[in-house]
């Protein structure tokens, strides 16, 4: 079975750009999470979604967005980039059906994205 | 809101050694789950081990295994019989039963000597 997948690997930008990030959760999981990974820390959560709806969200502005489509994959937007913004963009899925492994996120390779 | 410490920004250890990594971790809850993820350096973030805060049991997986103190709050990982393999950023992460969100620490960047 197919990991998690994101697209693009790599993706440089400029200062006030907009940049969307795709994500391709696990087969039969409904959930996917969005983290920022600033080089030389751990990953912070930015957002959850489960069914398509937002289920949390971490401690980042607006400018950040997500979404998620009927087939669970989903697409993280950032506007207005900020060269702050330069970093590893993980997305995470779990399973639904409970139990343990719905507590588990497995993380795909991720995006670098670079701001200049 | 939760917060996870790794005080080790770097270990070493020889080949075919035991090595321990520390995680102590900050909360008011009772129930929740921990976990140790390792990231290589193609980047990929690996579960090596989740435990369960109700479960008195220390987790094992093969050469992997867990130091679980609740009332301390500390959640070390033992790797035994270490391998070149091994070598990668290990990652020590919190999530709340009732919550949605991983909370991770800093990281502990591991190196094997051969």
């Known amino acids: 079975d197919a990991g998690v997948t994101q697209s693009p690997t790599h993706l440089i930008k400029t200062r006030g750009q907009h940049v969307t990030l795709r994500c391709s959760p696990i087969s039969g999981h409904k959930s996917v999470s969005w983290y920022q990974q600033v080089l030389g820390q751990g990953p912070q959560f930015i957002f959850q979604?489960?069914?398509?709806?937002?289920?949390g969200r971490g401690n980042f502005p607006d400018r950040f967005s997500a979404r998620q489509f009927p087939n669970y994959s989903s697409e993280l937007n950032v506007n207005a980039l900020l060269l702050g913004d330069s970093a590893l963009y993980l997305c995470?899925?779990?399973?639904?059906?409970?139990?343990?492994?719905?507590?588990?996120?497995?993380f795909g390779p991720g995006t670098r994205l670079l701001v200049l | 809101a939760q917060t996870v410490t790794q005080s080790q920004p770097e270990m070493s250890v020889q080949e075919a050694e035991t090595v321990t990594l520390s995680c102590t971790y900050d909360t008011s809850e009772s129930d929740y789950y921990l976990f140790w993820y390792k990231q290589p350096p193609s980047r990929q973030m690996i579960l090596v081990i989740r435990q369960e805060a109700y479960k008195q049991q220390n987790a094992t997986e093969n050469r992997f295994s867990v130091n679980f103190q609740k009332a301390a709050k500390s959640f070390s990982l033992k790797i035994s019989d270490s391998q070149l393999g091994d070598a990668a950023m290990y990652f020590c992460a919190y999530r709340s039963a009732g919550g949605n969100q991983f909370y991770f620490g800093t990281g502990t960047s591991l190196t094997v000597i051969p």
């Open positions: 995470a899925s779990s399973s639904p059906s409970g139990g343990p492994l719905q507590e588990t996120q497995y």
């Open positions: 979604y489960y069914e398509k709806e937002e289920r």
